[in-house]
């Protein structure tokens, strides 16, 4: 095993329901291993590893942390495997035709240091952030206001709301990842733009 290609991946793994707000000393929990980056096997149709550079922690994930036999919107996280949610990745090896070793890509994955996965067609698949790192765009933006608090926010207020200049917006957890979106969008379109926090 080559030193230099031996790496620790740490998983933040997801033990049980929770009873009440969660523990995390009872409701979650690290685990630890050593891989050999060029002996792990990725798959052979759309397989790739990827490196972790950024995870987002986004408050609909405390709804995933139910029964699975609950439905809901969104899956359930299932005990004894790793969290999951928006990791912005750099790709290490790919046998994919979507994505080469050295992209930068977005996907709903696990949260871990390295991830083996398979690229799948339509939305659940990774989506090549190539453009943005050459554009110079930071990257952890995609988990944020480029993100999905950034897609809910924008489509919230104009495709639902509607607003018109002059008009008063109030926004409620305005210190949250979609409420100051929201705030800001409302001051470029010229409302009176109150919000609270707390």
């Known amino acids: 095993m080559s030193a230099s290609n031996t790496v620790e991946n740490v998983k933040v793994i997801y033990k049980k329901v929770p009873q009440g707000a969660p523990k995390i000393d009872e409701d979650f929990g690290i685990e630890k291993e050593t891989l050999d980056l060029d002996a792990v096997e990725i798959p052979a149709e759309n397989g790739v590893l990827l490196r972790s550079l950024y995870i987002t922690v986004d408050p609909y994930m405390r709804g995933r942390m139910r029964d699975p036999k609950i439905p809901s919107y969104s899956s359930a996280f299932v005990p004894g495997k790793p969290m999951e949610g928006g990791v912005v990745a750099e790709v290490?090896?790919?046998?994919?035709?979507k994505v080469s070793s050295g992209d930068i890509v977005i996907g709903n994955l696990p949260w871990q240091s390295y991830i083996v996965t398979q690229n799948k067609e339509g939305p659940e698949g990774l989506t090549n952030l190539e453009s943005a790192r050459i554009a110079g765009i930071p990257l952890s933006y995609y988990l944020g206001v480029l993100g999905m608090p950034g897609l809910t926010a924008y489509s919230g207020l104009l495709d639902?709301?509607?607003?018109?200049?002059?008009?008063t917006l109030y926004v409620s957890a305005a210190s949250g990842a979609v409420g100051q979106v929201v705030g800001q969008i409302g001051k470029i379109l010229g409302l009176y733009v109150v919000g609270s926090a707390g």
């Open 92 to 97: 290490l090896r790919s046998n994919s035709s």
């Open 160 to 167: 639902i709301g509607s607003p018109k200049a002059g008009e």
